[in-house]
């Protein structure tokens, strides 16, 4: 994944924390005495805007946007065989939330893939509806900016690969 942080005004970033945003600008703030230059990232989807220390981008997590190979990758996961594992659920769930909130496509996809149902298959818990859908809404907006469509078309890109598995 690329590490260089020369992004400008424009382009699509990746936050770990809130998914794909865009970089409005670089602004330099006076904060207690010191200078400092900030990202300032808008993620349309949840309506905000991130401030984000220029010298604390990469220890952050921002990254550019995937290559198409590495998104490729990840709808090859998506269409994987579940690894159902025998933990308990609320271990699970942590390991889960911690692969969305990484922000690797790949372990997104795992999510994704694990958690999906099919019609045969008894319904998901609320828990696991949550972490699905936000998994779900990760990728599809990452897969809409790397392949210029937009959410509705990258959702059914996803739900084909899903019904491929």
């Not at 659920?89 to 922000?103: D, F, H, M, T, V």
């Amino acid at each position: 994944m690329p590490t260089d942080l020369n992004f400008s005004m424009g382009d699509y970033v990746v936050y770990p924390n809130h998914g794909v945003g865009r970089i409005l600008g670089i602004e330099t703030q006076q904060i207690s005495g010191h200078e400092l230059k900030l990202f300032v990232i808008s993620f349309d989807n949840d309506r905000m805007k991130l401030r984000l220390p220029v010298t604390k981008a990469q220890n952050s997590g921002l990254r550019a946007l995937s290559s198409g190979k590495i998104m490729d990758q990840a709808l090859q996961t998506v269409k994987g065989k579940a690894k159902v594992r025998r933990a308990m659920w609320s271990r699970r769930a942590q390991e889960y939330e911690l692969k969305i909130n990484s922000g690797n496509p790949i372990s997104i996809a795992e999510v994704i893939r694990d958690l999906h149902r099919t019609s045969g298959q008894p319904e998901q818990s609320y828990s696991e509806r949550q972490l699905y859908e936000a998994a779900l809404e990760r990728l599809t907006r990452e897969l809409a900016a790397i392949e210029n469509i937009d959410q509705t078309q990258a959702i059914e890109r996803l739900q084909g690969a899903l019904k491929a598995a």
